[in-house]
C-alpha cells in the first residue's frame, strides 16, 4: 500500500483569526506549511493556524519566503547568500517560538514562491537555506521540489529531505514547475488535479505539458491554500487516493 503526505500553504493571510478555508482544509491535509510574515501572515494569524494545526493532529512547518507583501513573496530578490541564511533563520525561529508555545514541534521547513524556484535551480541560494534550517535545527526536515537543487542542498547538510509535488500546477520537460506567467500554470479542474496526483505517486511520473511522462518522487504533495478552489481540490484527490489505496500520513 502506497503513503504520502498532503501538504497545504496556510496561514497567509492578516488578522486575527485563521481566514479563508484553512480550518476547513485542514481536515483533508496531513502537513501544514505557515507563512511566518514575511510574504504573508502575521503573528496573530500565525499563532491561530499553529493552534488549529495542533487541534487537528497536522504536522507544522514554517513556510518562509521573500519579504515581499505586496508581490505576495512571488518575485525574485537578488539576495546574497548570507541574506538567505538570515531571512530563513529569523522566519524558521519566528514559527518554531510558536509551535513550542502552543506544546507542539516544529516539523519542517518549506520555502515560498520565488524563493522556492530560485532554490531549485540556484545551489547557492539552495546551500543557503539548507544551512540555515541546519543550524536552527538539524532534526527539521526540508521539503523542495522533486529532482531539485534544494534536495540535493538538504542531503550536503545532512538533513532529512522530502521530495515534493504539485497537484494544482502544470511541468516541464526538465521537471521545473510552468511559470505562473504562463496560461497554463495552473490546473484548474480538481479531478485532473486528483489523477496528476495519483499518477506521480503510483506511477512516479508526470505528464509534462509538452505531452512527455518524466519521472519524479512524491514523498508529499502540495495543495495550494490561496487557490479559490483549494477545499474541492482537496476533497478530489483524497477521495481519489483513498478509492486506490494511498494513505494520507505526516512525514
Request: aromatic letters at 6%; hydrophobic letters at 45%; glycine letters at 8%.
Amino acid at each position: 500500500m502506497h503513503s504520502v503526505d498532503l501538504n497545504c500553504d496556510m496561514g497567509e493571510s492578516f488578522g486575527p483569526f485563521v481566514i479563508g478555508q484553512d480550518a476547513a482544509l485542514m481536515d483533508y491535509v496531513s502537513s501544514a506549511n505557515i507563512a511566518c510574515g514575511f510574504h504573508a501572515g502575521d503573528p496573530s494569524v500565525m499563532n491561530a493556524t499553529v493552534q488549529l494545526a495542533v487541534k487537528k493532529n497536522v504536522a507544522i512547518g514554517a513556510h518562509p519566503g521573500y519579504h515581499d507583501l505586496q508581490g505576495f513573496g512571488r518575485r525574485e530578490l537578488r539576495l546574497s547568500a548570507r541574506e538567505v541564511y538570515e531571512i530563513i533563520v529569523y522566519q524558521v525561529g519566528a514559527l518554531m517560538a510558536f509551535a513550542s508555545s502552543a506544546g507542539a514541534k516544529l516539523n519542517h521547513v518549506k520555502p515560498h514562491g520565488a524563493l522556492y524556484n530560485s532554490a531549485a535551480k540556484d545551489s547557492t541560494i539552495a546551500d543557503a537555506i539548507a544551512a540555515a534550517i541546519a543550524g536552527v535545527d538539524r532534526t527539521l526536515l526540508l521539503v523542495g521540489l522533486s529532482g531539485s537543487e534544494m534536495i540535493a542542498a538538504g542531503r550536503r547538510a545532512g538533513l532529512r529531505t522530502a521530495s515534493e509535488v504539485f497537484a494544482d500546477r502544470t511541468y516541464q520537460n526538465d521537471g521545473s514547475l510552468t511559470s505562473r506567467l504562463e496560461s497554463n500554470a495552473m490546473i484548474e479542474n480538481p479531478q485532473t488535479a486528483a489523477n496528476q496526483v495519483l499518477q506521480m505517486v503510483s506511477r512516479k511520473t508526470v505528464t509534462t505539458t509538452q505531452g512527455k511522462e518524466i519521472p519524479v518522487i512524491a514523498d508529499t504533495v502540495c495543495i495550494h491554500g490561496d487557490g479559490k478552489h483549494a477545499l474541492d481540490f482537496a476533497q478530489a484527490i483524497v477521495a481519489v487516493l483513498n478509492k486506490n489505496n494511498v494513505t494520507i500520513k505526516k512525514p
